[in-house]
C-alpha cells in the first residue's frame, strides 16, 4: 500500500532551475561556460557585503533575530514605510508560498498571466485554486484580459511587473486601472523583482505609494536580482501590517539567517554598486536588441535584466545547442512559445560570446 500524498500534486511539475555550470562543464567536458539563465547578477554584489557577512559570521552561534528588526529599519527608512509594514522572507520564493497557504482556500480563484512567473502557478495549484489564466498579449501582460476574467469573488491576482520571463511592462496608468477595478476584498500581489532595472517613464516607480492607498496590494521586492545576493536568499514585502500580521503566523520563525539580514542591510545601502549595475544592463539591452535586429530575429522590449527572443526554430534544441557551445539560456517552454527563449543580460563579454553562438546555432 502506497503512502498516500496531497491530490494537488499531480497536477504540479517541480520548478526546473537554470542548469548549473560546474554540471554543464561536466557533462559536457567544456572548460568554459556562460550561465545567462536564471537573470543573476553578472557584476557580484556590493563589497560592503562581503564586509558585512563576514562580521556577522562571528555570531553564527546563535539564532538569528527573528524579527529582522535592524533590516526592517533599513527597509522602512529607504522605502519611507514603518517597520510594521515590512516583512522579510527567505527570498521572494519563499513568500510567494507564504501568500497562497495564507490567502488561498481550496476552489479560490485565483487569476494570473499565461506566461509569468512560475512559482505562482504551482503554489496556488498545491492550494486547490481554481486558476483563472489570461493569455499573453504580444507577450506582454493584457490588462483588459485581467478585466475580463477578475471578479469580486477573485481571491488573489498575481501580477508581475516587469513580467518574468518576458521583460514586458505595464504601465502606472494600467496598474492603477487595475487596482480600482479589483474588489478591495481580492488580494493583489505585484511581484516588483526586477524592479531596478525598469526606466520607462510609464513604469510605476511609485508601487509602495500606491501600496499604502490600496490596502489590498502588497508590494514583493528581492535582493537576489539588481542587488547580487541572490545566493543568500533574501526578498521582503510591503504592504498593510494587517495582511503582514495574517502571514506573519505561518512563517518560520528564524526564516532569514543572520547572514542574509547583515547582507542585506549592506546592499540596500550601496547605491553605487547599484548605479554600475544598471548601466551595464541597459548597455547590454541595446546591444542584444541591435545584434537581434541584424539577425531579423523577433524579441520583446525588456525593463528588467532578460530577453525574450524568437530563435524561429524549437526553444529546447537551441538551447541545446548553446549548451554545447557553454552558453545556458532558458526556453520559455509550452507548446504556443516553442520556438521562444530567455537570455539574462549579462557582461558585455559574456553578451558577445551568447550572440557568437546563436549565430553558430542559427546558422
Ligand atoms: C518575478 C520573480 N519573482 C520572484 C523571484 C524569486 O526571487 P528570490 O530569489 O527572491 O526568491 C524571481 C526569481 O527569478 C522572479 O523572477
Redesign the pocket.
Known amino acids: 500500500m502506497a503512502v498516500k500524498y496531497r491530490k494537488e500534486l499531480d497536477s504540479i511539475s517541480p520548478y526546473v532551475p537554470g542548469k548549473p555550470i560546474d554540471d554543464v562543464k561536466r557533462e559536457l567536458g567544456l572548460d568554459r561556460v556562460i550561465k545567462l539563465a536564471?537573470?543573476e547578477n553578472p557584476l557580484g554584489f556590493s563589497s560592503s557585503v562581503r564586509e558585512a557577512v563576514i562580521r556577522a559570521l562571528d555570531e553564527v552561534n546563535l539564532y538569528p533575530d527573528g524579527n529582522a528588526t535592524l533590516l526592517k529599519e533599513k527597509i522602512a527608512e529607504k522605502y519611507g514605510v514603518t517597520p510594521e509594514e515590512v516583512l522579510p522572507t527567505c527570498?521572494?520564493?519563499?513568500m510567494?508560498d507564504l501568500i497562497a497557504k495564507t490567502f488561498i482556500d481550496q476552489g479560490s480563484e485565483v487569476v494570473l498571466a499565461e506566461v509569468t512567473?512560475p512559482?505562482y502557478f504551482s503554489t496556488s495549484q498545491m492550494m486547490g485554486a481554481d486558476l483563472k489564466i489570461v493569455p499573453m498579449k504580444d507577450m506582454a501582460y493584457d490588462i483588459e484580459g485581467f478585466k475580463k476574467v477578475i471578479t469580486p469573488e477573485t481571491r488573489l491576482v498575481w501580477l508581475?511587473n516587469p513580467n518574468?520571463p518576458t521583460g514586458s511592462f505595464f504601465t502606472r496608468g494600467e496598474l492603477i486601472e487595475l487596482l480600482e477595478f479589483i474588489s478591495p476584498e481580492t488580494l493583489v500581489v505585484y511581484?516588483e523583482?526586477?524592479y531596478e532595472f525598469a526606466d520607462h517613464p510609464d513604469y510605476p516607480k511609485d508601487s509602495v505609494e500606491l501600496a499604502k492607498e490600496y490596502k489590498n496590494m502588497l508590494v514583493?521586492k528581492?535582493l537576489?536580482k539588481a542587488y547580487g545576493i541572490?545566493g543568500l536568499?533574501i526578498?521582503f514585502t510591503i504592504g498593510d501590517p494587517v495582511l503582514l500580521g495574517l502571514i506573519n503566523r505561518i512563517r518560520n520563525p528564524f526564516n532569514v539567517t543572520m547572514l542574509s539580514q547583515a547582507a542585506a542591510v549592506a546592499a540596500l545601502d550601496d547605491d553605487e554598486f547599484l548605479v554600475r549595475i544598471i548601466e551595464n544592463n541597459q548597455a547590454g539591452k541595446y546591444y542584444l536588441y541591435e545584434e537581434f535586429d541584424k539577425m531579423g530575429l523577433e524579441y520583446v522590449k525588456t525593463e528588467a535584466n532578460h530577453i525574450a527572443f524568437n530563435a524561429g526554430k524549437d526553444g529546447g534544441l537551441v538551447f541545446q545547442e548553446l549548451l554545447q557551445r557553454g552558453v545556458i539560456i532558458r526556453p520559455i517552454g509550452g507548446e504556443k512559445y516553442r520556438t521562444w527563449l530567455r537570455v539574462s543580460i549579462g557582461t558585455m563579454e559574456e553578451n558577445r560570446e551568447f550572440i557568437r553562438a546563436l549565430q553558430e546555432v542559427l546558422a
Do not use: P
Not at 91 to 94: R, V
Open positions: 536564471s537573470n527570498g521572494s520564493d519563499e510567494v512567473f512559482r508581475c518574468n511581484d523583482a526586477y514583493m528581492t537576489s541572490a536568499r526578498g
